[in-house]
């Protein structure tokens, strides 16, 4: 494994509804499945900009998961430079990995739909090696608010490189933050 990598393989967790699109399509974040699923603005902002209580089924058959554990009260202590609804459609622009696997069955476990998760496993350096260029980390599970949620804004996500370069320094200067333990990676 290359020592820039964080992690060997990474971990990505879809409804099995998702599942013949992503064989056809790729991964695809929420905000893009929105995009084909041909959504009046109205109905965009509602699923894109606001905490979705349950998973939805789009008119394509996609099925965005819920963000339970991201209320827009929790979020509002911990945000950093953005609203709630700011912070729900940076989220839905993006495609989780999970680094550890432990962590990944944890969420899983956690699903209401967890009979119906598909996990696939990727290989990093693969994927970094297509998508780095667009690729960011993050040292906070980003999609959980509650319990002592950590502080977060956009540069939580921190680019691929910049990562290489200085690991959380990035984040912790433009937050105004102490820079995250070295170690501390949970979802790109």
Known sequence: MSPHLPARQVYHLADAANWASIQRLGLLSASRLMDLAGLTAAERERIECAQRQASITLPTGAVPRDQVPMPPAALVRCLIGMTPAEWYALVNSKVFFWFDPGRLDRQRRAGAASSRAVVMTI??????????????????????????????????????????????????????TRPRAPATRQRS
């Open 123 to 176: 290989d990093a350096e693969r994927l970094l090696a297509a998508h780095g260029a667009r690729a960011t980390l993050s040292a906070i599970n980003t999609g959980n608010a509650r319990r002592k949620p950590a502080l977060r804004g956009r540069q939580s996500f921190v680019p691929y490189a910049a990562w290489l370069d200085g690991r959380w320094a990035s984040e912790a200067a433009a937050l105004g």
